[in-house]
């Protein structure tokens, strides 16, 4: 199965709050899992990225969080922040291609 | 810092008409891709290229689709005729290399170009 199933729609929390984004997929071939960020005018920007052989991958305030058995994996903003405002979109790597999870609208309110 | 350019930012046409959406990929990368967001809905590939050849495309790139590397700098998405179910923003992409088992490069995007069919 080439999907990768994205979840919640939309998002809103308080500023300094925990956003999290969860993501789930089928295809065990699957190797590489980017999250990208896109605000409004822009495409998406690669955010952070992991691969099934870790765990968990940190970079500032975005953490991913990867559950290899459940084929699962999350994005989690700490502190989240007004200019965090923005649709997130995980996805697959498989091959050339990115596959896209459905995204995530994520409004930080002040 | 480099970026991904696309031109026109919106393009309106009939139903039935041609349209080429033009994209200007960062000058020292080798693959270019195609993608498309229908309103609402997720992103997703059309198509990659390398080497002035398709590498990989999906079921929405049928033969209504095409695409050209027509000069050292422009990548172009052309679609013969258009149909109303065409409407979508359409985003090129461009990665210095191509995605391997060993090696990922991330692939850039630009701002996208809205289609309008109507």
């Known amino acids: 199965q080439q999907q990768v199933k994205q979840s919640p729609q939309s998002l809103i929390v308080q500023k300094g709050g925990i956003s999290i984004i969860n993501c789930a997929y089928e295809n065990t071939a699957f190797d590489y899992f980017p999250w990208y960020q896109q605000f409004p005018g822009k495409g998406p920007a690669l955010l952070i990225a992991?691969?099934?052989?870790?765990s968990e991958k940190k970079e500032g305030r975005f953490t991913i969080s990867f559950n290899k058995s459940a084929k699962q994996f999350s994005l989690h903003i700490m502190d989240s922040q007004p200019g965090d405002s923005a649709t997130y979109f995980c996805a697959a790597h498989p091959t050339g291609k990115l596959i896209f999870g459905q995204g995530t609208t994520l409004q930080v309110k002040p | 810092e480099p970026e991904v350019t696309q031109t026109p930012s919106h393009q309106v046409t009939q139903m039935g008409q041609e349209v080429i959406l033009r994209c200007v990929p960062i000058s020292n990368h080798l693959y270019f891709y195609w993608y498309r967001q229908i309103l609402g809905q997720k992103v997703e590939f059309l198509v990659s290229?390398?080497?002035?050849?398709?590498?990989?495309k999906s079921e929405i790139f049928d033969d209504q689709f095409s695409v050209e590397r027509p000069d050292g700098s422009n990548f172009t998405l052309k679609i013969r005729s258009t149909k109303l179910e065409d409407s979508a923003m359409y985003f090129c992409?461009?990665?210095?290399?191509?995605?391997?088992?060993?090696?990922?490069?991330?692939?850039?995007f630009g701002p996208g170009t809205r289609l309008t069919v109507t």
């Open positions: 290229f390398y080497n002035n050849e398709i590498s990989e």
């Open positions: 992409a461009s990665s210095e290399g191509p995605r391997t088992s060993g090696e990922t490069y991330e692939q850039y």
């Open positions: 992991i691969r099934p052989d870790v």
